[in-house]
């Protein structure tokens, strides 16, 4: 690695003065002084369009941005990558999700190990499984045939599969025996507990995905589902073989949980939680769409991977994505990003991307343990903006806080065939929709001068404008343009994580509030002293008092 610190401190200094040139310069301004600035500011890629000329930049900020990348060594950080080296150096561990996607039969070897090979069996194996149950052949203890699958995990080892199983209804398979995929995460049980009340034990199959098998939040889940079959089967015998499918890295303890051999699915060390979806935790996936469209999905990524080490800083989307909320965050103070898909199959994308952005991105040392200099990932937040337009818009349009937007939109929506009582109805209401997403990207950048006559209205009624944000358009939201989507802002926390020089795939933050929950847990059975701060122990004590009281709420103790 190269020691480029002076090249970085020039780099930055360079942003910051071409900041001070551009301080004045209101977004509507900008697009009134050059009529190309959509020309000049937007790319293509596949079905993809990226207009991001309603960012604060011009050609020169750009400039200094991609020098900055230079000088961050991007490129050799993006070599490390996807040579498989271990660039999560805190555990020790590659990142290497991308290899995940390559095509099949890549032959991948990484430091010997035949990385390609294993991923195309884990593939294959994953595939009997899914056919199986597509097929009708997966039967449950009582003979009876699944027809509901529950994922039972947690973080990484659900956000990703819920929010593509949601996205994608319209390519869920067509299959010999239709299923349906439901899935449970909550610690407290409160969403396994309503999902049971309606599924049928004799049909249903539990898969527990948890990359550790060791997190509390899924074992806990797991057990409840495991007690809930024995007691209304009234068998153990051949009981786990038939209704539980185990997806892991830590087979050992599949194993001993109980998961048959043969219902174990493996992923490696070198996948994140965050990163999984594209691996056998994708699972879910594989059981909605079929293989053929999970295989979409993974060419869609690796497209966007290709994309990612061969393209031109300028040209290259998660590089600008990238760059353009360092200039944001680290330039403009502009502290939360808000991610506004305007199609409401997308509305778990917001939660998923915060898991990826903030998870990786929260940290507050560099790579040499040396504290960060500025600020680093924003918060992350966001809805189906048609709905977030009737709830935080208000803040976005008049608040005090500068906030950054994704937009996020499909141009064509509603295939022929497959909504045609109402196709007409449909198709306009996905106009309103897209008319309504361009119309707040508007508004937001150029403030009262969207509208003539508008600097006319009291100030209650006025716009400042000046928000950036970005319009994300996919052609049409398939496998594979979702599958470019998310490995877009995979790469772009990638890109972000090298100029901040921290490590995006650890989490350690997560850990020490998971200890103590342990402690805590005992505290609350009376199993150790109460040994805590007052407020704690105030609560435990509440709660204790509270739990033995039974009668209606507002009971005088
Ligand atoms: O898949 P696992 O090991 O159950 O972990 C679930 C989630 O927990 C975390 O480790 C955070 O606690 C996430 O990174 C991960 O996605």
Not at 103 to 115: D, H, N, R, T
Request: glycine share 8%; hydrophobic share 45%.
């Amino acid at each position: 690695m190269t020691d480029n610190r002076q090249e970085v401190v020039e780099a930055w200094a360079a942003l910051r003065a071409q900041c001070d040139v551009e301080r004045e310069l209101h977004l509507a301004g900008r697009f009134a002084a050059d009529a190309q600035r959509f020309a000049t500011l937007h790319r293509r890629l596949g079905p993809m369009l990226f207009d991001f000329s309603r960012q604060r930049v011009s050609a020169e900020v750009l400039q200094h941005l991609f020098s900055l990348a230079d000088a961050c060594d991007l490129r050799g950080w993006m070599q490390r990558l996807f040579a498989g080296e271990a660039i999560n150096h805190t555990e020790q561990r590659a990142a290497m999700h991308w290899a995940l996607r390559l095509p099949a039969g890549s032959g991948l070897k990484v430091e010997g190990e035949a990385v390609g090979q294993r991923v195309d069996h884990q593939l294959a194996r994953m595939q009997v499984l899914v056919e199986r149950l597509h097929a009708g052949q997966w039967r449950g203890v009582t003979g009876d045939v699944i027809t509901d699958v529950v994922n039972i995990g947690v973080g990484g080892s659900d956000l990703g599969p819920l929010m593509v199983c949601e996205a994608l209804p319209d390519f869920v398979a067509t299959t010999e025996q239709p299923l349906r995929v439901h899935f449970a995460s909550t610690m407290d049980g409160s969403q396994l507990a309503q999902l049971l009340r309606s599924l049928s034990p004799q049909r249903t199959l539990f898969v527990i995905s948890s990359k550790s098998f060791s997190t509390i939040d899924t074992l806990s889940n797991a057990a409840t589902a495991r007690s809930w079959l024995e007691s209304r089967l009234g068998v153990s015998e051949g009981l786990l073989a038939c209704h539980f499918v185990g997806v892991s890295a830590a087979a050992g303890r599949m194993s001993e949980w109980g998961i048959a051999p043969e219902n174990q699915l493996q992923i490696w060390d070198w996948v994140g939680g965050r990163y999984s979806l594209w691996s056998a935790i994708g699972f879910p996936i594989a059981v909605s769409l079929g293989m053929e469209g999970f295989r979409q999905l993974l060419a869609g990524a690796h497209a966007m991977d290709q994309h990612f080490r061969e393209a031109s800083w300028s040209d290259n989307l998660p590089v600008l994505m990238a760059l353009l909320g360092i200039w944001n965050v680290n330039v403009q103070d502009i502290n939360a990003l808000a991610v506004l898909p305007y199609d409401g199959r997308l509305k778990q994308l917001p939660l998923y991307l915060e898991q990826l952005e903030m998870e990786s991105n929260g940290k507050r040392v560099r790579r040499d343990g040396s504290p960060v200099a500025g600020k680093t990932c924003p918060i992350v937040w966001g809805d189906v903006g048609p709905n977030a337009q009737h709830a935080f818009y208000q803040l976005l349009h008049q608040g005090t806080e500068a906030v950054a937007c994704d937009f996020i939109l499909p141009v064509r929506r509603y295939r022929e065939g497959t909504h045609a009582a109402t196709a007409a109805e449909l198709q306009s209401q996905h106009q309103l929709a897209q008319a309504n997403c361009l119309a707040h990207a508007r508004l937001l950048a150029l403030g009262d001068d969207a509208l003539p006559g508008a600097g006319e209205l009291p100030s209650f009624k006025r716009y400042k404008g000046n928000q950036p944000s970005s319009i994300l358009m996919l052609d049409e939201l398939t496998p594979y343009a979702l599958g470019m989507l998310i490995a877009l802002y995979e790469h772009k926390v990638f890109v972000q994580s090298v100029i901040w020089d921290i490590n995006p795939f650890d989490q350690w933050g997560v850990e020490m509030g998971k200890r103590i929950a342990v402690d805590t847990l005992a505290m609350l059975r009376g199993e150790q002293p109460v040994v805590t701060d007052s407020s704690t122990a105030g609560l435990l004590a509440h709660i204790v008092r509270r739990s033995a009281v039974t009668g209606a709420v507002g009971e005088q103790e």
